[in-house]
Antibody
Framework: EVQLVESGGGLIQPGGSLRLSCAASGLTVNSNYMNWVRQAPGKGLEWVSVIYSGGSTYYADSVKGRFTISRDNSKNTVFLQMNSLRTDDTAVYYC????????????????WGQGTLVTVSS | DIQMTQSPSSLSASVGDRVTITCRASQSISSYLNWYQQKPGKAPKLLIHGASNLQSGVPSIFSGSGSGTDFTLTISSLQPEDLATYYCQQTYSTPLTFGGGTKVEIK
């Protein structure tokens, strides 16, 4: 059974940093295309970032230069390092698996974690 | 970036009704279109991938169609448990983008 478990959320002041973790079981993160998706309170879904099986990374313009996605293969865990946090980064952050991406296209998100809440407020 | 526009943003229908949600892409995305269902307080769940392929374990009352720029999600006979918000998503190019969502309520 595949499980994705996010952790690391919490209350942080504007300008601060936070690192989210997504621990996977039942799949190997470095053989998949692992994504972060966020959802601000009462709002829709926003894709944040993806790390390809080969290590390439891509970001939404809204987080480029501030967020970094990475993984630790030995821990089978994906991370999202979030720096220079702003109030509009407040959201539930989900980890999601895509089984395949080419150089230009991806497929679908078939496994999701339960999410971790990040609140950016003074 | 590819913009995804869903309509309507909300709808109210009776149990047994046929419900249709549309999604339009700002440029052609071939069949790289997925549909998700999100119930309150829960993570999204994949319903349809590749515009028309039913995800394993999803009831056959859900179906998808379309290609290019115009897509449709149909619930053939609305059930009480279908109360949720439905999102389309394009995976044709990064940034991957979602539609704004359609909230389905039961009359």
């Amino acid at each position: 059974e595949v499980q994705l478990v996010e952790s690391g959320g919490g209350l942080i002041q504007p300008g601060g940093s936070l690192r989210l973790s997504c621990a996977a079981s039942g799949l190997t993160v470095n053989s998949n295309y692992m994504n972060w998706v966020r959802q601000a309170p009462g709002k829709g879904l926003e894709w944040v970032s993806v790390i390809y099986s080969g290590g390439s990374t891509y970001y939404a313009d809204s987080v480029k230069g501030r967020f970094t996605i990475s993984r630790d293969n030995s821990k089978n865990t994906v991370f999202l390092q979030m720096n220079s946090l702003r109030t509009d980064d407040t959201a539930v952050y989900y980890c999601a698996r895509d089984p395949y991406c080419s150089s230009t296209t991806c497929s679908f998100f078939d496994y999701w974690g339960q999410g971790t809440l990040v609140t950016v407020s003074s | 970036d590819i913009q995804m526009t869903q309509s309507p943003s909300s709808l109210s229908a009776s149990v047994g009704d046929r419900v249709t949600i549309t999604c339009r892409a700002s440029q052609s995305i071939s069949s790289y279109l997925n549909w998700y269902q999100q119930k309150p307080g829960k993570a999204p769940k994949l319903l349809i991938h590749g515009a028309s392929n039913l995800q394993s374990g999803v009831p056959s009352i859900f179906s998808g169609s379309g290609s290019g720029t115009d897509f449709t999600l149909t619930i053939s006979s609305l059930q009480p448990e279908d109360l949720a918000t439905y999102y389309c998503q394009q995976t044709y190019s990064t940034p991957l983008t979602f539609g704004g969502g359609t909230k389905v309520e039961i009359k």
